[in-house]
């Protein structure tokens, strides 16, 4: 684990193999008492697991191997890059800067197009694809979501914000106490939804900004905190058993799985029979969210703002 | 006035307990300027690490004092050994990256151990057995002042002492307070930085694994998650005192304490755990050095 052994002295097996072999030794020595007893928490007593520290050993042995390897291997590399650029460029070679196939892709005259089938591709899973598909892609595009918001706020302009996902608890909880007590709807909560988050983050941003780098972090952590031990302790929110039956989105009060999901059906050779339809709206809603979303991410990290926000870091 | 004593003699023993796991935030972000979120789970093993170390060590026959001190040894031994991996493991390799790099590698230090911990031993709550002998002289008062809230002040108040003591007079706190004020000074001076940092994680991991020896013994159940909300709050109280601080650790440590179980008594025990962070709030908004403010701020 230690990294100095092998200063570009490349890889010496005999040396690496006892160097894991000691890694290995002492992850046993570490495990030993959490993984060779378990307490019986029946009847208290001891269960005796001297076995699994084989696969301990094992594993460590392995693991720790591989890792020094990558490890010999990445300063390997390095050194040949450091030889290489002190050599100067071999003639006739052109480096450019780095390029992925997204960056090609992007840049390229084909721009349009490509997103274009990137979209449809998007657009068509739930017409092809399992409910726990549609689930997961939904889940995923949440978290798209959540992170190009934390990128604003961490990546941009350079805040340690720990206490970010309290406000996705509270533009849930909005929508679920309005849904609970008023009947309000999905599409009358997604903007006040936005509105609370909005006003509690100035809440905690004026006084708050003014402390830089760990000291934000910890009071932004200690905001999320403050905001989940209050949800889950308010009889408002009904504690920890949470909120239950909340409606989901409604298309213009059609009733999406009596009236239109035969004729998507009938239409759809692969659609699956399973597939609540309802979940489907949310999955277009969330992915019209993450297009807007970077979008108007993009927009903003090339306005007065954004640059603002670089500049803060 | 009864309500008030019982509140301050909880409010005295939380803040111990907090103090304890928040000199190991304190140290560590004096030398290295990182929030080791994975402190909270070193004290969690640590708690975990005496349970079974009381229960093999009675089934060989041992008892009382003699059973505490070696239970306490095996804790402290296994913790500190586990702070000193976590450092080799996680942040060492991260040591030149930027500042962000070793917070989420601690971040995910602290989710790792809580599964492992979660999956080796238990997912629920399991039933710690207060291995605390009787003290005699305590019997009196008993019902003021259990045995195991006075072990837990006069064993907070040694290790206070011995720190202090260690940091203080010994070279090796010399030199951690030289690479406290400025690591590349003391390395140029000849101070193994390498050294003086893994001494800084096992002091810290030693202090944490007495902190869940002793809290083991005292909410006499343990289970994977109680480092998250204990690290937390110990790291609150390392802020609230000034962080890097160590007097100033223990000062925030006791106020958290007390705020904490007066709160619980007076307002609502529902909400002990929110006072203690609006607490932290208001006390960075007023005072954003912490209470020991920058100018006397004596780093580790």
Not at chain 1, 114 to 129: Q, R, Y
Not at chain 1, 175 to 191: D, R, V
Not at chain 1, 285 to 303: G, H, Q, Y
Not at chain 2, 208 to 223: K, N, P
Request: charged content about 10%.
């Amino acid at each position: 684990m230690s990294d100095n052994t092998h200063n570009g002295e490349g890889f010496h097996l005999g040396r690496e193999l006892k160097a894991s072999l000691l890694a290995a030794l002492w992850l046993v020595l570490l495990t030993c008492p959490l993984v060779a007893f378990q307490i019986n928490a029946a009847d208290g007593g001891l269960i005796y697991r001297w076995p699994l520290l084989i696969y301990v050993a094992a594993g460590g042995f392995v693991l720790s191997g591989l890792w020094r390897f990558l490890l010999a291997r990445r300063d390997m590399i390095r050194q040949s890059k450091a030889q290489a650029e002190f050599d100067g460029p071999a003639p006739g070679a052109k480096r450019g800067p780095a390029t992925t196939w997204v960056d090609v892709v992007l840049s390229s005259r084909y721009r349009a197009q490509g997103l274009a089938v990137v979209l449809l591709a998007l657009i068509s899973i739930p017409f092809w694809a399992s409910p726990y598909t549609v689930n997961i892609m939904i889940t995923a595009f949440i978290y798209i979501a959540l992170g190009l918001g934390l990128n604003i706020v961490v990546g941009v302009s350079g805040l340690l914000n720990l206490g970010y996902v309290a406000f996705y608890a509270i533009g849930a909880y909005t929508y679920a106490l309005l849904n609970h007590y008023f009947g309000l709807g999905f599409w009358i909560c997604l903007p006040l939804g936005a509105l609370t988050a909005t006003i509690l983050g100035l809440v905690l941003g004026f006084p708050v900004l003014r402390l830089r780098g760990d000291y934000l972090a910890i009071v932004t952590l200690g905001f999320g905190e403050i905001v989940r031990l209050v949800l889950t302790n308010m009889d408002v929110t009904r504690g920890p058993q949470g909120i239950r039956n909340i409606k989901p989105p409604s298309f213009f009060g059609i009733d999406l799985n009596a009236s239109v999901k035969p004729v998507l059906l009938k239409i759809s050779p692969f659609m699956d029979p399973n597939l609540d339809l309802n979940k489907a709206l949310i999955f277009f809603i969330i992915l019209a969210v993450v297009i807007i979303t970077i979008m108007a991410v993009f927009r903003l990290e090339n306005s007065r703002l954004g640059r603002a926000w670089l500049a803060l870091r | 006035m009864e309500l008030f004593r019982d509140l301050f003699i909880s409010g005295l023993t939380k803040g111990s307990i907090y103090a304890l796991i928040a000199l190991g935030y304190t140290m560590v972000y004096g030398i290295i300027a990182l929030i080791n979120f994975a402190h909270g789970e070193i004290y969690m093993i640590g708690a975990f690490t005496s349970l079974i170390a009381a229960m093999v060590l009675s089934q060989l026959g041992m008892a009382g004092w003699g059973l505490l001190l070696s239970v306490g040894v095996v804790a402290v031994l296994y913790s500190a050994m586990y702070g000193w991996t976590v450092e080799k493991i996680a942040y060492k390799p991260l040591r030149d990256a930027s500042r962000l790099a070793p917070l989420i590698s601690a971040i995910g230090m602290s989710i790792f151990l809580q599964n492992y911990v979660q999956l080796v031993q238990s997912p629920n709550f399991l039933i710690f057995n207060n291995i605390v002998p009787d003290i005699g002289f305590l019997e009196p008062v008993s019902h003021i002042v259990n045995k195991t809230q006075f072990v837990i002040w006069v064993t907070t108040a040694l290790l206070m002492a011995a720190l202090t003591f260690i940091i203080k007079c010994t070279r090796m706190g010399m030199a951690m307070r030289a690479v406290a004020q400025d690591r590349d000074m003391a390395r140029l001076t000849g101070v193994n930085i390498d050294r003086v940092i893994s001494t800084t994680f096992v002091l810290g991991s030693a202090l944490a694994a007495v902190g869940g020896l002793l809290i083991g013994c005292y909410m006499q159940q343990v289970d994977f998650y109680i480092g998250f909300l204990a690290g937390m709050k110990a790291f609150t109280a390392a802020v609230l005192g000034g962080i890097g601080s160590i007097p100033g650790a223990v000062l925030g440590a006791l106020v958290l304490g007390f705020s904490e179980s007066f709160a619980a008594g007076y307002i609502s025990s529902d909400y002990e755990d929110v006072v203690a962070f609006v607490l932290l709030i208001v006390i960075l908004i007023v005072r954003p050095g912490g209470l020991m403010g920058e100018s006397q701020t004596q780093k580790v």
